[in-house]
């Protein structure tokens, strides 16, 4: 597609931005026509926040002119739009060329840490260094796990329960149950999982993952 005086050949932004970032956009004009003439950039995301706000320059025929914004990345998709425009002999300013890009929302890997973890099994007591060596009584793990998130920005996360028996098996990993966590909230996962049924070291294994 190209107007009548001008083409936008290139719109240049990123396929993805993380929510809070800086999107940086560049808008490229060509002079298609025969004649020097003036010409605008407008960039605008969502079809109503202007972030490249009428970019003049004069072009010869043939030249071509990148002009330059960026915008601050909201929490969802985007459409950014490039805008060329010229004026006339008689100061008139038209709408002539465009294009479009989406900018997909980037989900922020989870940040957070353990803060407390416990393992508890009977007889042989409570916060066991893990692996631990255990006897085959048929008891079970009772596993403890408070957890901040530190992240930016409201994520889905959940944590990851991992059991492995002493013959290197996975013995149990328990449905992850998803929840939303904000920026320095603080939960806890309880576990009482995994009939021990094999004498020697058994490991856990456990990290926060995100949806």
């Given at each position: 597609?190209?107007?009548?005086?001008?083409?936008?050949?290139?719109?240049?932004?990123?396929?993805?931005?993380?929510?809070?970032?800086?999107?940086?956009?560049?808008?490229?004009?060509?002079?298609?026509?025969?004649?020097?003439?003036?010409?605008?950039?407008?960039?605008?995301?969502?079809?109503?926040?202007?972030?490249?706000?009428?970019?003049?320059?004069?072009?010869?025929?043939?030249?071509?002119?990148?002009?330059?914004?960026?915008?601050?990345m909201?929490?969802?998709?985007?459409?950014?739009?490039?805008?060329?425009?010229?004026?006339?002999?008689?100061?008139?300013?038209?709408?002539?060329?465009e294009?479009?890009?989406?900018?997909?929302?980037?989900?922020?890997?989870?940040?957070?840490?353990?803060?407390?973890?416990?393992?508890?099994?009977?007889?042989?007591?409570?916060?066991?260094?893990?692996?631990a060596?255990?006897?085959?009584?048929?008891?079970?793990?009772?596993?403890?796990i408070?957890?901040?998130?530190?992240?930016?920005?409201?994520?889905?996360?959940?944590?990851?329960?991992?059991?492995?028996?002493?013959?290197?098996?996975?013995?149990?990993?328990?449905?992850?149950?998803?929840?939303?966590?904000?920026?320095?909230?603080?939960?806890?996962?309880e576990y009482?999982?995994?009939?021990?049924?094999?004498?020697?070291?058994?490991?856990?294994?456990?990290?926060?993952?995100?949806?």
């Amino acid at each position: 597609m190209a107007g009548k005086y001008t083409r936008v050949a290139y719109l240049i932004a990123p396929d993805s931005a993380p929510a809070g970032s800086s999107v940086s956009v560049d808008i490229a004009i060509e002079n298609i026509s025969e004649s020097r003439i003036h010409v605008a950039a407008v960039g605008v995301f969502d079809s109503e926040e202007r972030f490249i706000d009428w970019m003049m320059d004069w072009l010869i025929p043939l030249e071509v002119r990148y002009f330059s914004g960026s915008f601050v990345m909201p929490s969802k998709d985007v459409v950014v739009h490039g805008y060329s425009m010229y004026e006339d002999e008689f100061g008139y300013w038209y709408f002539d060329d465009e294009a479009e890009k989406r900018v997909d929302l980037e989900a922020l890997p989870p940040s957070g840490r353990i803060i407390d973890l416990w393992v508890n099994k009977a007889p042989e007591g409570t916060r066991l260094p893990m692996p631990a060596a255990v006897a085959a009584d048929g008891n079970t793990f009772e596993i403890g796990i408070r957890g901040r998130f530190t992240g930016g920005v409201d994520t889905i996360v959940g944590m990851e329960v991992v059991v492995t028996d002493p013959d290197g098996l996975q013995r149990a990993a328990p449905a992850i149950d998803w929840t939303g966590m904000s920026p320095g909230e603080e939960l806890n996962w309880e576990y009482n999982i995994c009939s021990v049924d094999k004498a020697g070291e058994w490991t856990t294994v456990i990290r926060f993952i995100s949806k």
